[in-house]
């Protein structure tokens, strides 16, 4: 009696469809498509412009990161240089 049965979401499809009708249901899905679509573009943007501000700061060389192993065995020390 954990789980409901594919009977038990039939039912609560049926009522759904009465209460809103097909056409809702249309429309509903259509936005969230439009939604889903209008996301991704969105973040597919920020990346875009993150890699355009990357390309512009071409001549600032990233830090390199070395690692320096402590004297306990558990401790990582981190020290950014710069490339010369």
Known sequence: M????????????LVVVLIFGTKKLKNIG?????AVKG???GVKG???NA?????QAGSAAPAQVTARHG???HTVD???KTKS
Do not use: P, R
Not at 30 to 34: E, K
Not at 51 to 55: I, L
């Open 39 to 41: 996301f991704k573009d």
């Open 30 to 34: 259509s936005d969230l498509g439009g």
């Open 46 to 48: 920020a990346n875009d």
């Open 71 to 73: 004297t306990d065995g």
């Open 78 to 80: 981190v020290e950014a």
């Open 2 to 13: 954990g789980s409901f049965s594919i009977w038990h979401w039939l039912i609560v499809l």
């Open 51 to 55: 890699d355009e501000a990357a390309a």
